[in-house]
């Protein structure tokens, strides 16, 4: 049996309803449990429900038929958009989620994620990639227990998202944290990931749930990566980035 500090998920069914009444289902049939120190990606085509799927998890959307117990402790959420507030230097945003939070510690965190120096700007004087990182130190400052992360490395070129995608991976896995990713990117799942799980079909369900194997053994990473291509061709499209 699964201990109190792992994800439980099961969602039978999430529907939304239409400006014209109809019930139209998005999610159906869905189980999933991570334990501690698990870091699983979550990947899916644009539009198929993962954004859903981490609010659920989050605690954010409740209107659904299934249950979630979520691991005691803190709880970090990423966003696809920064969420950051305007109004706060990039340090006060961070202050927003730990109050007490030393100057050096915002410092060896906005290191982390690749945008040093930055704490006295303002979230207007950041490109969409820069707030999107710094949306990821202020999740990170709480040391979660839990950490949810939406296309994260959304608008980072593959190279840097991959290493900024590791550094959250080692942090996370040292922590004992379970991290919950959506990506778009396989390679980044390979990179990072324990396991990869594939959402898919209308409504959708959990079409896969893969261990991934010793990285160290490059046949067996590369036939996976040529299976899950094989089986969800939509993990193969190819997506722009926009300036970091």
């Given at each position: ?17 239409s400006p014209a009444g ?55 959420v990423v966003f696809q ?164």
């Amino acid at each position: 049996m699964p201990g109190d500090a792992a994800l439980e998920l099961l969602i039978e069914s999430k529907a939304f309803v239409s400006p014209a009444g109809l019930r139209h289902i998005i999610l159906h049939d869905i189980g999933l449990t991570v334990p501690p120190g698990q870091i699983v990606a979550l990947l899916g085509r644009s539009g198929g429900g993962k954004s859903t799927l981490l609010r659920i998890t989050s605690g954010l959307d409740t209107a659904f038929e299934g249950h979630v117990r979520r691991p005691p402790g803190r709880l970090g959420v990423v966003f696809q958009e920064p969420r950051l507030l305007p109004r706060l230097t990039v340090a006060d945003n961070l202050r927003l989620v730990v109050p007490d939070i030393m100057p050096l510690r915002i410092d060896d965190l906005l290191e982390l994620v690749g945008v040093p120096g930055v704490g006295h700007h303002l979230p207007s004087e950041l490109s969409l990639g820069m707030a999107r990182r710094v949306a990821l130190a202020r999740a990170l400052a709480t040391d979660p227990h839990l950490l949810i992360l939406d296309e994260p490395f959304a608008s980072l070129d593959r190279q840097l998202g991959t290493t900024l995608a590791a550094k959250v991976a080692d942090l996370a896995r040292r922590a004992g944290s379970i991290v919950v990713v959506a990506t778009h990117e396989l390679e980044h799942a390979l990179a990072i990931a324990d396991r990869i799980c594939v959402l898919a079909g209308r409504p959708a369900r959990m079409e896969a749930d893969i261990t991934i194997p010793d990285r160290s053994d490059a046949a067996s990473i590369a036939s996976l990566r040529t299976n899950l291509l094989d089986r969800f061709a939509f993990l193969g499209s190819k997506r722009v980035a926009h300036p970091a």
